[in-house]
């Protein structure tokens, strides 16, 4: 497939799935079998086998043609990895848009939860989570502070590393502004080292946006800037080497997967359907 030979072709679009295309490209780099064979069972067999069961997708969905302007595989694999992360609370579908909706689950899993909502994205941690269903390896997600906790985790992982990053700030400049960060996600596909360290960026906004070129690549300095913020006060946030049930912050689990859920039971039940 076009995306093993060339991942930095994947492309989210329109949608607001920047957050499994990154997932799509880690696989697709790290596990070409794996990747391909996502899609030929997605597609063939109507289900993605999961450490945690198989779930049933809905093959016509999958392969609907939409206005995001993403490739027949990246439309696969995006809707069918974000129904497998959400099924059986919700069930993502995609729409004519490309950005997709979350109808009520199954009525045994989704606290009572029965009005549809938009989807508005995922947390890095639900990341760690769809990743280790699909492949059974475990990741973690660690915050990033400054150009040392950049370079550790970088170094733990190795590259390609999924990154959380400020989509409005530059060097990525999208519009409008947000305050709220980190907004987007984006993989570190190399280093090059030197005065100052320099990090290749791949981005899923089309080839005219990455910073995967040595002219291009991003200083450590600016990429932690862009993610602590003007005030220094926030964190950039990476998927590395640990228990994907964990968020861990300064080497400590700060957090599980419960507080994950109840995060996302708030995020989308209490906020957007249940006020």
Same mark, same amino acid.
């Given at each position: 497939?076009?995306?093993?030979?060339?991942?930095?072709?994947?492309?989210?679009?329109?949608?607001?799935?920047?957050?499994?295309?990154?997932?799509?490209?880690?696989?697709?780099?790290?596990?070409?079998?794996?990747?391909?064979?996502?899609?030929?069972?997605?597609?063939?067999?109507?289900?993605?086998?999961?450490?945690?069961?198989?779930?049933?997708?809905?093959?016509?969905?999958?392969?609907?043609? $939409?206005?995001? @302007? +993403?490739? !027949?595989? /990246?439309?696969?694999?995006?809707?069918?990895?974000?129904?497998? #992360?959400?099924?059986? %609370?919700?069930?993502?579908?995609?729409?004519? $848009?490309?950005? @997709? +909706?979350? !109808?009520? /689950?199954?009525?045994?899993?989704?606290?009572?939860?029965?009005? #549809?909502?938009?989807? %508005?994205?995922?947390?890095?941690?639900?990341?760690?989570?769809?990743?280790?269903?699909?492949? /059974?390896?475990?990741?973690?997600?660690?915050?990033?502070?400054? #150009?040392?906790?950049?370079?550790?985790?970088?170094?733990?992982?190795?590259?390609?590393?999924?990154?959380?990053?400020?989509?409005?700030?530059?060097?990525?400049?999208?519009?409008?502004?947000?305050?709220?960060?980190?907004?987007?996600?984006?993989?570190?596909?190399?280093?090059?080292?030197?005065?100052?360290?320099?990090?290749?960026?791949?981005?899923?906004?089309?080839?005219?946006?990455?910073?995967?070129?040595?002219?291009?690549?991003?200083?450590?300095?600016?990429?932690?800037?862009?993610?602590?913020?003007?005030?220094?006060?926030?964190?950039?946030?990476?998927?590395?080497?640990?228990?994907?049930?964990?968020?861990?912050?300064?080497?400590?689990?700060?957090?599980?997967?419960?507080?994950?859920?109840?995060?996302?039971?708030?995020?989308?039940?209490?906020?957007?359907?249940?006020?």
């Amino acid at each position: 497939m076009r995306h093993v030979a060339a991942p930095e072709d994947i492309y989210q679009g329109t949608t607001e799935s920047c957050n499994v295309s990154v997932i799509e490209r880690d696989l697709a780099m790290t596990n070409p079998g794996k990747y391909v064979d996502i899609v030929r069972q997605a597609v063939s067999e109507g289900v993605m086998h999961t450490v945690k069961g198989d779930v049933k997708l809905d093959v016509h969905n999958l392969k609907m043609r $939409d206005s995001s @302007g +993403r490739d !027949l595989a /990246g439309r696969i694999f995006q809707t069918a990895a974000l129904h497998a #992360e959400f099924w059986p %609370t919700k069930n993502f579908e995609n729409t004519p $848009d490309g950005i @997709g +909706r979350l !109808l009520p /689950g199954d009525k045994a899993h989704n606290k009572g939860s029965d009005n #549809e909502v938009p989807f %508005t994205g995922l947390l890095p941690a639900e990341l760690a989570d769809i990743r280790y269903k699909m492949t /059974g390896l475990e990741k973690a997600t660690t915050f990033i502070h400054n #150009e040392r906790e950049l370079k550790d985790a970088c170094n733990k992982n190795g590259v390609p590393m999924t990154m959380a990053v400020d989509a409005t700030a530059p060097p990525f400049n999208a519009s409008p502004h947000s305050d709220h960060r980190p907004n987007h996600v984006v993989t570190i596909v190399g280093v090059i080292e030197g005065q100052p360290r320099k990090y290749l960026i791949q981005n899923q906004w089309g080839m005219k946006n990455d910073h995967s070129t040595p002219d291009t690549a991003v200083s450590e300095s600016d990429l932690i800037k862009n993610m602590t913020g003007p005030e220094g006060d926030a964190a950039g946030e990476a998927l590395v080497p640990g228990d994907h049930t964990r968020v861990i912050a300064n080497g400590n689990a700060v957090a599980d997967y419960n507080f994950l859920e109840d995060q996302r039971h708030k995020r989308y039940d209490l906020e957007l359907g249940k006020h």
